[in-house]
């Protein structure tokens, strides 16, 4: 029978002083320590700002090139990886491949509790090599505790591939030591409820995913201003946003942008093109792929050569 290894030491486990009477508080100090505890999620996504930084240049740089971001976890670190990674499409109107998520158990464990999965190594390298990781490829490992044999055998696994590894975790790396290309640590100190990494720990990992996905997204130019000129229009809730976007970046009627948007095939992006150029939509098409899909870019150098 192998050791068990002693965990109380680290930061995720540790107990907090200032809920050590949490089954005699009323619901209201409930509320008020939960909301007092998870100002520290955003504190530590601050402290981590210049990391982050870099894994937003260094992703892009990748994907750019032609490669794509997986995030790998177990439990809620995975679901929370499979959350961003699948908002990726609606959002960016990314190919489903681009970002993609792994947890361990698989699909089932989003759903259900698949903890024990976690501990296999082995596991974590199969993923990867299953999905045939190259150096390309950007894989970020995301473990609360940092100790998941399941994120450090996938990373290991995307490391010997030449792909850039992040690894995000929220004890310091004087507790939990890993190597990696990036090392974002989340100290968000001790959780309400001792161990119960799904929250604060979760939410700073949710804060951190939010702001990776999102700032490589408008480095590739899915974003113009703060508007997602790349949306997918699949639904009427993202119909209404896309003519939005439209009568506020061109002062069209709603009526004359629900045209425009028809014409340029349902794409935010190209419509705008279209509309400030005056090009049709094969030519808009065109001039959008000379600019890697940049609509500011390809704008810009339209009306240069005018």
């Not at 960016?92 to 947890?103: R, Y």
């Not at 399941?150 to 507790?175: D, S």
Request: hydrophobic share 40%; aromatic share 4%.
């Amino acid at each position: 029978m192998t050791n068990l290894q002693e965990r109380g030491h680290l930061l995720t486990e540790q107990v907090n002083p200032n809920s050590l009477n949490l089954d005699q508080l009323s619901s209201l100090e409930l509320v008020e320590l939960f909301n007092n505890e998870d100002q520290k999620a955003v504190e530590a996504v601050a402290a981590v700002k210049i990391q982050l930084a870099e894994a937003i240049e260094r992703t892009a740089e990748r994907l750019h090139q032609g490669g794509r971001l997986f995030y790998v976890g177990a439990g809620t670190s995975g679901r929370l990886g499979v959350l961003d990674a699948a908002e990726c499409p609606p959002t960016f109107c990314t190919p489903p491949e681009l970002v993609q998520g792994i947890i361990a158990g698989g699909a089932g464990a989003l759903v259900r509790s698949s903890e024990d999965l976690e501990d296999r190594a082995e596991d974590g390298e199969a993923a990867i090599a299953q999905r045939h990781v190259t150096q390309l490829d950007v894989v970020v490992g995301i473990t609360a505790g940092g100790t998941t044999p399941f994120v450090h055998g996938a990373l290991n696994a995307a490391r010997q591939r030449g792909a850039i590894t992040i690894f995000i975790a929220c004890v310091p790396a004087a507790q939990v030591s890993f190597e990696a290309d990036i090392d974002i640590r989340l100290l968000t100190g001790p959780e309400v409820l001792a161990g119960s990494t799904r929250l604060k720990a979760g939410t700073a990992t949710k804060l951190t995913l939010n702001i990776l996905s999102t700032g490589v997204m408008v480095k590739l130019g899915k974003v113009y201003g703060n508007r997602m000129v790349d949306v997918a229009v699949t639904n009427q809730k993202l119909r209404d946003r896309a003519l939005r976007i439209l009568q506020d970046l061109t002062g069209l009627s709603r009526e004359a942008a629900g045209f425009i948007l028809e014409h340029s095939g349902k794409w935010v992006k190209l419509a705008l093109l279209m509309h400030w150029t005056g090009l049709e939509k094969d030519a808009g098409d065109r001039l959008l792929s000379e600019h890697q899909g940049n609509l500011r870019s390809a704008v810009e150098s339209y009306k240069n050569d005018k």
